[in-house]
């Protein structure tokens, strides 16, 4: 089982306990394990033009905590994902590779979803051209965090300029994210980043319903993560690793 408190609850904590005082806590739980039970991730594609082998994945899970909406986390990583895959659509855009949109499920329980789909995918790995995780925020973006080598960085780095007149160009070292974690850093990967110094007033909290998310912002971050998935997808080469 396990349980959230609030943030001013747990500085509270830490508070008493930097002062020396004994914290006991009396913690009453309704929760129940009622066992495993079948659950799918939500997979949808625009094929690629030239080599559709081979992939770029954009990605959120679209499980949440059991309490709130789960519009924060992780809503709006799931809904910019698949505008990525809209956006390309609706525009007649044919990517040289495959855009692949993968809804992840059981991210909050332990990654299921996503442990099962790198299980029955690795060994094909190296037709993963480039791995993306939204699921920290969609709040306003300021760039992409990246792993990878210094090379296929460069490229990525150039490809975020289209971003500057949103001020959301830079390009940070470090992706995460639970569910592309297994990818990296054999895989280059990529996840948002954004201006989520509020995240953790309403994650995994009955906070966390659609009024936490702006739409123009979203709208923003969808942009984003459409640039960079479709120039990633339509380069000549994949990037380097």
């Known amino acids: ?82 505008q990525a895959l809209s956006a390309v659509r609706q525009l007649g855009l044919k990517p040289k590779r495959t855009m692949r949109a993968v809804l992840w499920t059981g ?49 990525v780095t150039e490809i975020m300029k289209y971003l500057s007149p949103y001020n959301a160009s830079t390009v940070f070292d470090g992706a995460d994210g639970t569910d592309i974690d297994p990818w990296m850093p054999a895989v280059p990967g990529g996840s948002l980043d954004n201006e989520n110094e509020s995240y953790f007033y309403y994650h995994h909290s009955n906070g966390d319903t659609m009024t936490v998310l702006d739409p123009d912002q979203l709208d923003r971050c969808a942009a984003l993560w459409t640039i960079a998935s479709y120039c990633i997808a339509n380069l000549d080469k994949m990037l380097p690793r």
């Not at 080599?51 to 709130?68: A, F, I, K, M, Q």
């Not at 329980?109 to 299980?119: I, K, L, Q």
């Not at 306003?140 to 490229?155: H, S, V």
Request: aromatic share 10%.
């Open 1 to 82: 089982p396990t349980a959230c408190i609030t943030i001013e609850d747990a500085e509270m904590l830490a508070r008493m306990q930097a002062r020396g005082t004994r914290i006991v806590v009396k913690l009453k739980m309704e929760a129940s394990d009622n066992g495993m039970v079948e659950s799918a991730n939500t997979v949808a594609e625009v094929r690629g033009s030239t080599y559709p082998e081979e992939v770029v994945l954009v990605s959120g899970h679209l499980d949440s905590w059991d309490v709130g909406q789960g519009a924060m986390d992780d809503g709006g990583g799931a809904f910019i994902s698949w």
């Open 107 to 155: 991210e909050e329980y332990g990654g299921f979803g996503s442990y099962e789909y790198y299980t029955n995918h690795k060994n094909n790995s190296e037709n993963m051209d480039f791995v993306m995780e939204s699921d920290s925020g969609t709040f306003e973006p300021t760039g992409l965090r990246f792993t990878g080598k210094a090379e296929a960085k460069a490229i």
